[in-house]
């Protein structure tokens, strides 16, 4: 469905929300054989605001390097985080950038984004990869839709490098769009 066109080892996400909201914080929202949605989240006072939500499928065979990372991973850590603090460097494979269209109707995904009626959230699908010295080892597949008051499609054309002159299928972003609005399990 999509090709990697780029590496980028980059500030992580978790940081840049700390960075730019002066909190961060992570909510895993359903987690199922394979595949972790979760919201990662600014805080004013005791009111939360998903700033990124992410769909992340993991790779079918994750090597065993990973077990202990994967464990606090699968307990609701964050992804980036846990690996860097294990001495890995996360480096991201961007697929595709664009945006997705919030529709008008009541989402779970902009109840947790705080957000009524249509607005366009950026998107941003990626291969993350776990390197170490010569070694790169594909950890998921992510998809992440950013709150339109954190990043749009722009900001992450500056920070990611992305190819996009083969454009994606409407039936492959229609896809997208069903992963970031279907109903969590």
Known sequence: MLSACATESVLLNSKRIEQRFGSYGIE???SEAGLRRSGLLSYDGDTATCRTYAVVQF???LDERFNKAHSRVLAGDSIGATFRDDGWDIRK???YIGT???P???TEVGRLMRLTGAHDLAL???QLVIARD???LEYATILEAHHPEYLVENDLLDTFEYDD???LPAADLKILSDLVFSPQN
């Open 124 to 126: 941003h699908v990626y």
């Open 165 to 167: 002159s083969t454009p």
């Open 104 to 106: 008008g109707t009541a």
């Open 59 to 61: 790779a079918e065979q």
């Open 100 to 102: 997705v269209r919030l």
């Open 93 to 95: 494979h961007t697929l």
């Open 134 to 136: 010569d070694i790169e």
């Open 28 to 30: 895993v929202l359903a």
